[in-house]
């Protein structure tokens, strides 16, 4: 089945320390996106890359890191710098201009 | 500036009673994409529909609807005859190309809370 899959799905982080989201995605897509999305707001674009090798920071991307060394994947890490990171992280990709998104099922991470 | 607002954060509904959601998009651009989204309890958002700014006709797709004014930018959902498994948050989204780098981005609205009571 194609898709796209995060991982973990439940993640705790302790102050201070980095952590990194997993995302994968099977649909030969070149555009994959981070989101992040907190209660009762819509979801703010954190990163984005078109290419293997090349991404651009989104709206929030300040505490937020990601690598782009392969088609498929598109991990985000998220710093000790990010000094709100509690949230429900979702990745998603697209193969065109104006296409649709598809969505993972998201990361929900949580600072203990 | 892009813009999209969902001026119904939560609305509730009894089970075969018709609903809508709306959608109202801020754009200058003259080409641009809309989109509305579900994300159920498990967070995942599903696709529902996509609209180009040159199409403003209509869709049904069984219970669901969807009406595309360009005169009020407005891109408006409606579910006839709501079922439990309608509950959800829905989100509508634009998308405009990036005029420094032409990449097409996602602006999405603050989502609506539907709640549909059996």
């Known amino acids: 089945d194609g898709g796209i899959t995060q991982s973990p799905k439940y993640l705790f982080r302790k102050e201070g320390q980095n952590v990194t989201l997993s995302c994968e995605q099977n649909l030969n897509h070149d555009a994959m996106y981070w989101y992040r999305q907190d209660p009762g707001q819509g979801l703010r674009l954190i990163y984005y890359s078109q290419i293997v090798n090349d991404f651009q920071k989104g709206d929030i991307a300040e505490g937020y890191s990601v690598s782009r060394e392969k088609k498929e994947s598109f991990p985000l890490t998220v710093t000790s710098a990010q000094k709100n990171p509690t949230a429900f992280y979702l990745c998603?990709?697209?193969w065109g201009q104006g296409t649709e998104a598809f969505f993972g099922q998201g990361t929900r991470l949580t600072v203990v | 500036a892009q813009k999209v607002t969902q001026a119904q954060t939560e609305i509730s509904v009894v089970e075969k009673e018709d609903v809508t959601l709306d959608c109202v998009y801020e754009?200058?651009?003259?080409?641009?994409?809309l989109f509305w989204y579900k994300q159920p309890p498990s967070g995942e958002l599903v696709f529902l529909i996509r609209?180009?700014?040159?199409?403003?006709q209509n869709e049904i797709s069984g219970r669901y609807s969807w009406n595309f004014q360009k005169s009020t930018s407005s891109f408006n959902f409606t579910i006839t005859a709501s079922q439990v498994v309608d509950s959800a948050v829905y989100f509508c989204a634009l998308s405009v190309a990036s005029p420094t780098s032409g990449t097409y981005k996602y602006i999405f609205g603050t989502g609506t809370r539907l709640k549909v009571l059996a």
């Open positions: 609209r180009n700014s040159f199409d403003e």
């Open positions: 998603a990709s697209k």
């Open positions: 754009t200058r651009d003259t080409t641009y994409y």
